[in-house]
């Protein structure tokens, strides 16, 4: 049957569960052992943190997630290199490109303040919302997802939110634009024109719009600078084309759908403004093995 | 000198001052009467919540605010039609339209549980997520402001997240993407080609995005269906156009800049889908006296 998106009537955050089989039989998390449910064709629909990984970093609100493949069983240590064949991972990395809502299950066994004592616990629905290729702690490549928590939906713990929004409780955010003093800097030099494609968004009244786009990301966990030199001026598309992994930068500051394919064009700079190498190379290296 | 954007060093989210002089001297909100700070060249910096507009909503984490001009000192009514010209509500559009963030200072005159009982208090950074154009309740065309708390500062009351991300600490959010099962399924229809000029955006391994668009706005106040017929399908670029008032749709579905400009497009539908007309008439209303 095809897959399930979002949280199945009769199933509240928070709920406890006994074992995977109950997971499986109120649909939360079917798989009967694989940590991640779907494939890249339909995406992923659920996964469940039950310790298996040495990389993984439980923040509660969001969480650093080792896709699957490579590991030794019994000792969580990664052996061998990830990919993007694991259909697990392909799932994600969809469900992260439309924007599909991920249920997240955490297990007893899963190391985090946030783990239940035993059993499993239905954590909420959670969005894909960056993923890419890093060494991890055991030397080999692993794929990696951060996943957020959807904000409005019923609290683990008590909101500070008064009055949320009903019309977004059953939508999730697929993208967060990040404004900074400097990226605004970057528009301004560039008069909202992309340095890709020269296309300016038009508003109400002759305003203009475009964005600025860090291409070492901010924010974990790469912890990319807020600098002039790491800020690209983009229109929107090309902005989601870059952090998508469908656009990278190569070392003549050309543009290519991936760093072996041909360049579809050129980035435009003017004199104030430049991009360090070393952050165009840092984002190529995050969509290498994919 | 030229407007200041974000909070002045020195001073705190939730502090207290005594009368506009003070506001003024330390930067918060410099203009000795006028409820908004800025022009539309610059964009506006500050506003002050004084009890002048009797359709002023104040939500606390956001707040539907009404523009400058065309009301009654005295009373608080309006008298007139409000309008673009007047440059605080200029000011506030290109805030919106540019990511700036709008320092927001409640009085006790105020109506709202969030006003201090006496002087003025500083309620930290919000962003301008939507602007329109109105029927006011006395009658006339009020310009009309959503501006939405910057969720990564100081908190006014104790914060549920145990663990901001510093890197988002003075980074404005300009977009968040809505994302429903709904809009999941018209993208699928168009296989994520934009219905206004047919570019797919694509992302690692040939995957594709796109972004189902709202035409009456999700959220309040206006509260629009989450029905396909109220969705289209668009590239980002187009998306942002279509939110920010650089394009409505006409009666007969095509395209253009403002209601009474020549079309530049026109909407392309596969026969499952279709948009209702009176969705459109309402968008093309937001933007109406603008």
Redesign the interface.
């Known amino acids: 049957m095809p897959k399930f998106?979002?949280t199945p009537d009769g199933v509240k955050v928070g709920q406890f569960f006994v074992d995977r089989r109950e997971l499986h039989e109120l649909s939360v998390h079917r798989p009967p052992q694989s940590g991640i449910s779907g494939t890249?064709r339909e995406g992923s629909d659920s996964i469940c943190l039950s310790g298996g990984y040495v990389d993984d970093e439980d923040?509660?609100?969001?969480i650093l997630y080792t896709g699957q493949g490579g590991n030794d069983r019994n000792s969580g240590k990664q052996i061998s290199d990830q990919n993007?064949q694991s259909p697990g991972n392909?799932g994600l990395?969809?469900s992260g490109?439309?924007?599909?809502p991920v249920r997240v299950v955490r297990g007893a066994n899963h190391k985090s303040p946030y783990s239940p004592p035993v059993g499993y616990q239905y954590a909420g629905l959670f969005t894909v919302t960056s993923y890419w290729v890093e060494k991890g702690m055991d030397g080999f490549d692993v794929v990696r997802f951060r996943l957020d928590r959807i904000a409005e939906q019923a609290?683990l713990?008590?909101?500070?939110?008064?009055?949320p929004?009903p019309?977004?409780a059953?939508?999730?955010?697929?993208?967060?634009?990040?404004?900074?003093?400097l990226s605004?800097r970057v528009?301004a030099i560039y008069e909202d024109a992309c340095q890709v494609c020269g296309?300016t968004?038009?508003?109400?009244?002759g305003?203009?719009?475009s964005?600025g786009a860090h291409v070492m990301p901010?924010?974990?966990p790469h912890?990319?600078p807020?600098t002039l030199d790491n800020i690209l001026c983009l229109?929107?598309?090309h902005?989601?084309?870059l952090d998508?992994?469908?656009m990278v930068i190569l070392e003549n500051f050309d543009v290519a759908?991936s760093a072996t394919s041909q360049a579809f064009g050129s980035l435009t700079f003017k004199k104030q403004h430049t991009l360090a190498p070393e952050f165009a190379s840092f984002h190529r290296a995050l969509?290498l093995a994919?």
Chains 1, 2 share one sequence.
């Open positions: 998106f979002g890249g923040h509660g609100d969001y993007l392909a990395i969809t490109v439309k924007g599909l609290a713990v008590a909101s500070a939110n008064p009055d929004d019309a977004f059953t939508a999730t955010v697929i993208r967060r634009i990040r404004d900074t003093a605004r528009k296309t968004v038009s508003g109400i009244g305003r203009t719009y964005e901010l924010g974990r912890l990319g807020d229109c929107p598309n902005h989601v084309q998508i992994g469908g759908v969509w994919l």
